[in-house]
């Protein structure tokens, strides 16, 4: 009876020992992070969104999915359609860290738009691809208040590995950049 005592005590310690010096990879690479996770994604990433302002006026708010700032005048810059025709505006544009970017109170024009920095062979010189995430506030948070995220990409990694399918609305005018055209 005391052998059986023993070995129940034994085994488990055994089984403990042999599972933590044979498992484990010390050479491990770490995971890769997909940089473009929750890009162009419908969700508020900011609470919820508010409307309480009457569009039929000045324009439907509405903003771009994915910008690939090449030089081709096509999806170059986080467009923010019709924001001009509301003076009492706020479009701030965040890491998908939470990170203040960019933010302006004149978000019309080619001086108060993101992104503002410059091409680089590998991407833009101030802003990584990735995904990235904006509010845009008119007269206050109770008015308009809307947020969520964009995919900013400049072909770093080439396109061949990513999948903006979920980014193009159907009917939408399909960016060459994208396309590979």
Partial sequence: MKKLKNLTICI???LLAFTM???GDDEQTPEEVDVFLGCCSE????GANVDNLDQSVNGEISMADIITPNG????DYFGVINIQNY???TVTIYTSDDQVV??????FGFNNI???GEQTQTGMANYPDGT??????????ETFFKSGTFCLYTDNPPLEEQNFSECIEPGDPLDPFLTGN
């Fill in 12 to 14: 488990p310690i055994l």
């Fill in 21 to 23: 010096t044979s498992c």
């Fill in 102 to 107: 960019f933010e302006s109170n004149d978000y």
């Fill in 114 to 116: 993101f992104p503002d």
């Fill in 87 to 89: 003076d009492n505006h």
């Fill in 132 to 141: 990235y995430k904006y509010k845009i506030v008119i007269e206050n948070e």
């Fill in 72 to 75: 081709d005048g096509i999806n």
């Fill in 43 to 46: 969700e508020p990433v900011f």
